[in-house]
């Protein structure tokens, strides 16, 4: 069998089991989020950090809420690492340094998880579990529940009222974040993860607390090697779109990743709950074919992202590539060109980072397949809970494209979008653009970054877009070649994860309490049928247009160059 096709093979078969979930899936999400019930363990949950789970609240005290949690998260990760060195089982590793801590804390708890240390020579198993593995399953629900009352922002069918003096007025109230964040951890992804860790270790992956081990090597001379927790952190770091590796391989290493089927397995699971939630948000709004042209869209996206990465990974001229059936090098010869492309292209259209090859080893062109892709705002199906609200957001400005077309004033799900509204769409897909090409000339300016650069011209020019690429769009996952264990890099990325997650945030929130002051509009013959193909089809344009024209000049100095030149 050919690459190619064991490639194709992979991809039907993954497409095949993302199907079957779908639905399921889908449909217990949107259950959860609407029940009016709360678990015991909740209960007790609630009762410990004094929340009022029935409480609704309008968009400003839902974001407080974000932000609040959010803070709490940085400051307890970052005391966790300084104090590294007096806590149990921490391997002999010391404290981490001030301006590592800031950025690991920054990372795992903005859902970015992004690396600039050797995670099994640093972080010892307190810091890994209690610590990393923590906010890898609360940085998700966060994520979740932000969409979610987006979600509820479009489908209340009309505004809830108060009574003031008489006078009904709009309350605009979203929920309660508390009592969705703790449900996301506690229904979703928790159990979901219990159960991904088991066929991890059933399948070959560590799951430990063990010491470090001096092993042999083949070429003579000793290595160190220590075990952890593995598995349950693998699962949730795909699970909940994260990307931080136990090990510095990431998911290249067979602790983490032992064979091809888990190479795949992982890959399903970075990729179920976006495409997922595309059916809670149909349920939620109450037409389910609301959610499947989101799932549309973002599906055409990614199989038109995976084949770009096929080709451009398998094509080659010269016997050496044609021998290998394409470019091997960075790749893990145990999952081949076909499965690494899938990878690649799946964990930056999502908001995870997790790789199993190394992406400044791919091609030129390969290499700007994955930055386009976390480019586009990670969307396609994006992150947990990310995606969908950038997808929406999306959606709102592919909307107000076609009523300017046909001058009529823009409805979507019967929400008008107005002068606020769009206000507000506009800062969103603004924010991160401009987060990631001010750090990027301001690195390239000054002479102290450019240091790090393993690689000079077009290419070491992408290490650097690739790195604050990663971390302004929460991904994580690097281009390599790039020493960003630095004061400016760790201080500059840290910032830019910090601001690439929750100023977008705040822009998601304000735009649903917008939406759900509003009273619905009826629709009419003049209403745009935002269900059908034609919809899909200019969303996927607006995507790909808005994108092309706000980093086609970066990408030409970097991936671009470097792709036409060889």
Known sequence: MGPVLAGVLQLLALISALALAHVPLGTYMAKVYSSDRHWRVEKWIYKGIGANPDAEMRWPAYLRGVLAFSAVSVLFLYLLQRLQGGLPRSLGFKAIDPDQAFNTAASFVTNTDWQSYYGEQAMGHVVQTAGLAVQNFVSAAVGIAVAVALVRGFALPHSRLRSSGGTPIHTGELGNFWSDMVRGVTRILLPLSFVAAIVLVACGAIQNFSGIHEVGQFMGGNQQWNGGAVASQEAIKELGTNGGGYFNANSAHPFENPTPFTNLFEIFLLLVIPFALTRTFGLMVGSVKQGYAILATMATLWVGFV???????????????????????????????????????????????????????????GGGITMLGMMLGEIAPGGTGSGLYGMLIMAVIAVFIAGLMVGRTPEYLGKKIGTREIKLAACYILITPALVLVFTAAAMALPTPAHSMTNSGAHGFSEILYAYTSGANNNGSAFAGLNADTQWFNSTIGLAMILGRFLPMVFVLALAGSLAEQNPVPVTAGTLRTEKPLFTSLLVGAILIITGLTYFPALALGPLAEGLAS
């Open 307 to 365: 084949a770009l990465m096929m080709w451009t990974e398998s094509a080659h001229h010269g016997p050496a590539l044609q021998i290998a059936g394409g470019a091997m090098e960075g790749k893990e010869v145990r999952f081949g060109v076909g499965s690494s492309s899938i990878f690649a292209v799946s964990t930056t259209l999502t908001s995870t980072g997790a790789v199993d090859s190394f992406h400044s080893s791919f091609t030129g062109l």
